[in-house]
């Protein structure tokens, strides 16, 4: 399954992820701090979705109530009900 989410109150425009039997595949940030969301997507890579929600969903940037990594999360649940 391949996935384009437009995430909310963070640098990033848009994250597409492809999943398969419930596996991360890949993730690709649009947007954001390059560094961070290319590290984020490299360790998302080949985990269960619902080990990268637990770990990810929560995590704030700044003052931000969300972050680039919580939104990759928010994208995993929601694709995933």
Partial sequence: MEINY?????CSRKIHVEVEDGIVKNVQF???CHGNTQGVAALAKGMKVE???ERLQGIRCGMKPTSCPDQLAKCLQECSR
Avoid at 6 to 10: R, Y
């Fill in 6 to 10: 437009t995430p909310k109150g963070v």
């Fill in 51 to 53: 080990d990268v929600i």
């Fill in 30 to 32: 649009y947007g954001g």
